[in-house]
């Protein structure tokens, strides 16, 4: 079976820009998770997404913002670009819908470099 | 205080040797923990599920002190391959799962 896939694997993108990551579960897995790395620093929640609706947010701006499709993919927007916005977005997908009490399976994730 | 809290190395070791890591939490109502495996630009990945009562997988063990909100990891017999970053997970019920910053480890020939 396939494993969580993000696409793009590299983006460079320029401030103010805005920025859509896309993300495919693990087949079976209906929540997905949006977490930031940034270099140094552990992975950092996002959003969490269970059968399309928004099931937990972490600090950051309204800037980001994402959605769950039908087929339990997913995508994270990001509008107005900076530069402190660099960084591996990770995607991962779990079975079931409670945050954080098993374990998460994470995709290769998407390096955003904002210049 | 950080949520999650280790220290970031890195740990420098030869083949063979047995190295531990340790990590706190602040959350006394932590109920889940983890430890991640994460190589260079690479995604994290489990390495392990830690337990109550402690748990051993091959060469690697984990454990957990509620009393002083720490988890362990000790590998020993160390490889080549177990140089990579190793992150400590915790989580509190139905919240996101809080990540440490990672311990980098490097063993050495």
């Known amino acids: 079976d396939a494993g969580v896939t993000q696409s793009p694997t590299h983006l460079i993108k320029t401030r103010g820009q805005h920025v859509t990551l896309r993300c495919s579960p693990i087949?079976?897995?209906?929540?997905v998770s949006w977490y930031q790395q940034v270099l140094g620093q552990g992975p950092q929640f996002i959003f969490q997404?269970?059968?399309?609706?928004?099931?937990g947010r972490g600090n950051f701006p309204d800037r980001f913002s994402a959605r769950q499709f039908p087929n339990y993919s997913s995508e994270l927007n990001v509008n107005a670009l900076l530069l402190g916005d660099s960084a591996l977005y990770l995607c991962?997908?779990?079975?079931?819908?409670?945050?954080?009490?098993?374990?998460?399976?994470f995709g290769d994730g998407t390096r955003l470099s904002i210049l | 205080r950080k949520e999650v809290e280790q220290d970031p190395g890195p740990f420098n070791v030869p083949e063979g040797a047995t190295v531990a890591f340790n990590c706190t939490y602040s959350?006394?109502?932590?109920?889940?923990f983890f430890w991640y495996r994460q190589d260079c630009r690479k995604e994290p990945k489990l390495l392990m599920s830690?337990?109550?009562s402690g748990n051993e997988d091959g060469r690697f063990t984990a454990q957990l002190n509620r009393a002083s909100q720490y988890i362990s990891l000790l590998i020993r017999d160390s490889k080549l391959s177990d140089s990579a970053t190793y992150l400590c997970?915790?989580?509190?019920?139905?919240?996101?799962?809080?990540f440490g910053k990672g311990t980098r480890l490097s063993v050495i020939a």
């Open positions: 991962a997908s779990s079975r079931a819908g409670a945050l954080g009490n098993q374990p998460q399976h």
């Open positions: 087949s079976g897995h209906k929540s």
């Open positions: 997404y269970y059968e399309k609706e928004e099931r």
């Open positions: 959350n006394s109502a932590s109920q889940s």
């Open positions: 830690v337990y109550s």
């Open positions: 997970v915790v989580n509190s019920g139905n919240t996101p799962l809080v």
